[in-house]
């Protein structure tokens, strides 16, 4: 069965970076996008961006941009988001997702745990 | 960027009452919506998928339904089980955008 498994919590202070990983399992790690979605406290769900295992190509919205990164690593079934310059407003469960259709980044399926940062001086 | 505009932003209903949930894209988005549930402290779950299709394991007293710009989430009669909070997700234009949100109480 499809899992995808989330690293654990992570303390930051202002200005660090921070690199959440995302293990993927029962299916061909290669065939399907991984998006990234997070969610402040209290607050609903902002997109992130997605990642194209195949070709490593990705998407960002203009407001991460510059200060995300995604990445995977093939041979493991893991993939990576870092986010740098971190302030509170970074503070927030960080969450994959698999897509839900192959070679395609439409909707999701399959979502990891999350990942609570805390970002605090 | 596509708006997704979702209303109400809260809801309290009886068991057993017929609930409706709305999602009004900026623009058109054919049928590319999920919607997704999220109970207390835990990670989403993809409820319908393109607009109106319902995820395996949810009982069919959910449905979706809508195309374009309008879409409408249904659960026919609302139980205790289903006390959670409701998004919308367009995924016809980057960036992919989320509704703010709906979260179903039991009066």
């Known amino acids: 069965q499809v899992q995808v498994v989330q690293s654990g919590a992570e303390v930051k202070k202002p200005g660090a970076s921070v690199k959440v990983s995302c293990k993927a399992s029962?299916?061909?790690?290669?065939?399907?996008?991984i998006h990234w979605v997070r969610q402040a406290p209290g607050q609903g769900l902002e997109w992130v961006g997605w990642?194209?295992?195949?070709?490593?190509?990705?998407d960002y919205p203009q407001k991460f941009q510059g200060r995300v990164t995604m990445t995977t690593d093939t041979s493991i079934s893991t993939a990576y988001m870092e986010l740098s310059r971190l302030t509170s407003d970074d503070t927030a469960v960080y969450y994959c997702?698999?897509?839900?259709?192959?070679?395609?980044?439409?909707?999701?399926?399959?979502w990891g745990q999350g990942t609570l940062v805390t970002v605090s001086s | 960027d596509i708006q997704m505009t979702q209303s109400p932003s809260s809801l309290s209903a009886s068991v057993g009452d017929r609930v409706t949930i709305t999602c009004q894209a900026s623009q058109d988005i054919d049928n590319h919506l999920n919607w997704y549930q999220q109970e207390p402290g835990k990670a989403p779950k993809v409820l319908i998928y393109d607009a109106s299709n319902l995820e395996t394991g949810f009982p069919p007293r959910f449905s979706g339904s809508g195309s374009g710009t309008d879409f409408t989430l249904t659960i026919s009669s609302l139980q205790p089980e289903d006390i959670a909070t409701y998004y919308c997700?367009?995924?016809?234009?980057?960036?992919?955008?989320f509704g703010g949100g709906t979260k179903v109480e039991i009066k």
């Open positions: 029962g299916y061909t790690f290669n065939d399907y996008y």
């Open positions: 997700q367009q995924y016809n234009n980057l960036p992919f955008t």
């Open positions: 990642i194209n295992p195949n070709s490593g190509g990705t």
């Open positions: 997702a698999r897509a839900r259709y192959s070679s395609s980044s439409v909707g999701t399926e399959y």
